[in-house]
């Protein structure tokens, strides 16, 4: 026969709420649990993704900080190859202004005088082109040639124009038709230099044949 354990009414509801309250306690002591553990896992989530972020925000600045080097590098380079050109520059310019004032004072200190002068061919047909030419000295700023008829005396000057130079001897030439009428003629060069002018010294006029 079945006996049953009698509580009194009175104890009976201590009992239910004692119960209720020790399970709402372990109840509670299980969640706290939990959420304490899930708190750690995820602050240990966080401090990885911030010490990755981390390692990818220095690996990005040391690239930054390697092209800003790099780029500081190349204008520095920049930088001493513009001022090696100013100076070859202004040594350049210096060189030059060097060479201009000896080569003017060469020019001013030569004796202005005509070297040479010439017709080529000194035989030709009438109409035909002839060249005439001189060389001069003196830095001289215009150098002419008179061609004179010998039978009617009647005479032409021609201004040559500078071709080339060589030292202090200057090439002046010019291409013209030859006289229209036929006979000898004679011709000599002149050259100008301010005020002053020059002819070959000592030297007879050159003859000129127009067939």
Same mark, same amino acid.
């Given at each position: 026969?079945?006996?049953?354990?009698?509580?009194?009414?009175?104890?009976?509801?201590?009992?239910?709420?004692?119960?209720?309250?020790?399970?709402?306690?372990?109840?509670?002591?299980?969640?706290?649990?939990?959420?304490?553990?899930?708190?750690?896992?995820?602050?240990?989530?966080?401090?990885?993704?911030?010490?990755?972020?981390?390692?990818?925000?220095?690996?990005?600045?040391?690239?930054?900080?390697?092209?800003?080097?790099?780029?500081?590098?190349?204008?520095?380079?920049?930088?001493?190859?513009?001022?090696?050109?100013?100076?070859? &520059?202004?040594?350049?310019?210096?060189? /030059?202004?060097?060479?201009? =004032? +000896? $080569?003017?004072?060469? %020019?001013? *200190?030569?004796? #202005?005088?005509?070297?040479?002068?010439?017709?080529?061919?000194?035989?030709?047909?009438?109409?035909?082109?002839?060249?005439?030419?001189?060389?001069? &000295?003196?830095?001289?700023?215009?150098? /002419?040639?008179?061609?004179? =008829? +010998? $039978?009617?005396?009647? %005479?032409? *000057?021609?201004? #040559?124009?500078?071709?080339?130079?060589?030292?202090?001897?200057?090439?002046?030439?010019?291409?013209?038709?030859?006289?229209?009428?036929?006979?000898?003629?004679?011709?000599?060069?002149?050259?100008?230099?301010?005020?002053? =002018?020059?002819?070959?010294?000592?030297?007879?006029?050159?003859? #000129?044949?127009?067939?």
């Amino acid at each position: 026969m079945i006996q049953y354990l009698r509580i009194p009414k009175n104890k009976f509801w201590a009992w239910v709420f004692s119960s209720l309250a020790i399970g709402l306690l372990l109840g509670a002591g299980a969640a706290y649990a939990y959420s304490h553990t899930s708190s750690a896992s995820q602050v240990d989530d966080l401090k990885k993704q911030l010490a990755s972020q981390a390692a990818q925000d220095a690996s990005k600045l040391a690239d930054v900080q390697t092209r800003l080097d790099s780029a500081d590098a190349s204008l520095t380079a920049v930088s001493q190859q513009y001022t090696q050109l100013q100076q070859q &520059q202004s040594a350049d310019k210096a060189k /030059a202004g060097s060479t201009s =004032s +000896s $080569s003017n004072t060469t %020019s001013s *200190t030569t004796t #202005l005088a005509v070297i040479s002068r010439t017709i080529s061919p000194s035989e030709v047909a009438t109409g035909d082109y002839i060249t005439l030419t001189a060389r001069v &000295q003196g830095g001289p700023d215009k150098v /002419a040639m008179r061609i004179t =008829s +010998s $039978s009617t005396g009647d %005479s032409n *000057t021609y201004s #040559l124009k500078k071709s080339s130079t060589s030292g202090n001897i200057q090439r002046w030439k010019l291409t013209i038709r030859a006289p229209k009428k036929k006979g000898t003629y004679t011709y000599y060069a002149i050259a100008y230099s301010g005020s002053k =002018s020059a002819t070959m010294a000592g030297a007879k006029p050159s003859k #000129l044949i127009v067939d």
